[in-house]
T-cell receptor, first 113, second 112 residues
């Protein structure tokens, strides 16, 4: 069966460090992958989209990599700040599933000052 | 910056009652979606809508659910006869093309 796995345990890091979050998938051929931020009681906020033929995408302090051989995406936040504390969701669109997003369970990031 | 808006922010209803959740997608977007998130669980796809018809739906989206775009700006989700297990956050999303989806703030539905 198809699975999207994110580290369900919270990630605690010190302010200024780089946070690295992982998204692994199985039995899936995603056309592209998206990362969203979700704060408690709020809707997901789009951050970055990376396509299957792209290795890396950057936006300000954010970087996403996509390895279709390893079936993994890594999401990096450099120079992390307490305001980056949130749950980060990866979401995939399959190459034969229209544009329905399938979400992982999210990883909660806590950045301590 | 344009945003997806949703009303109400919180809806409380009795089991068996009908509810309508409302969304105003971003104005130039063509694709509309509903997702839900039960407390502590993943965001789950319900339905997508394009060109005035449903383009995809999940197993969750059974005969109790329907969607409508009654005018040029609103997009609604109706649940005909609510069950306790329908209690969740319901998110509307819209996209200009088949890529990035922008989500609204959600409606918290509580079924008693």
């Amino acid at each position: 069966s198809q699975k999207i796995e994110q580290n369900s345990e919270a990630l605690n890091i010190q302010e200024g460090k780089t946070a690295t979050l992982t998204c692994n998938y199985t039995n899936y051929s995603p056309a592209y992958l998206q990362w969203y931020r979700q704060d408690p009681g709020r809707g997901p906020v789009f951050l970055l989209l990376i396509r299957e033929n792209e290795k890396e995408k950057r936006k300000e302090r954010l970087k996403v990599t996509f390895d279709t051989t390893l079936k993994q995406s890594l999401f990096h936040i450099t120079a992390s700040q307490p305001a980056d504390s949130a749950t980060y969701l990866c979401a995939l669109v399959g190459d034969n599933a229209g544009n329905m997003l399938t979400f992982g369970g999210g990883t909660r990031l806590m950045v301590k000052p | 910056e344009p945003e997806v808006t949703q009303t109400p922010s919180h809806q409380v209803t009795q089991m068996g009652q009908e509810v309508i959740l409302r969304c105003v997608p971003i104005s130039n977007h063509l694709y509309f979606y509903w997702y839900r998130q039960i407390l502590g669980q993943k965001v789950e796809f319900l339905v997508s809508f394009y060109n005035n018809e449903i383009s995809e739906k999940s197993e969750i989206f059974d005969d109790q659910f329907s969607v409508e775009r009654p005018d040029g700006s609103n997009f609604t989700l109706k649940i005909r006869s609510t069950k306790l297990e329908d209690s969740a956050m319901y998110f509307c999303a819209s996209s200009e093309d088949t890529d990035t989806q922008y989500f609204g703030p959600g409606t918290r539905l509580t079924v008693l």
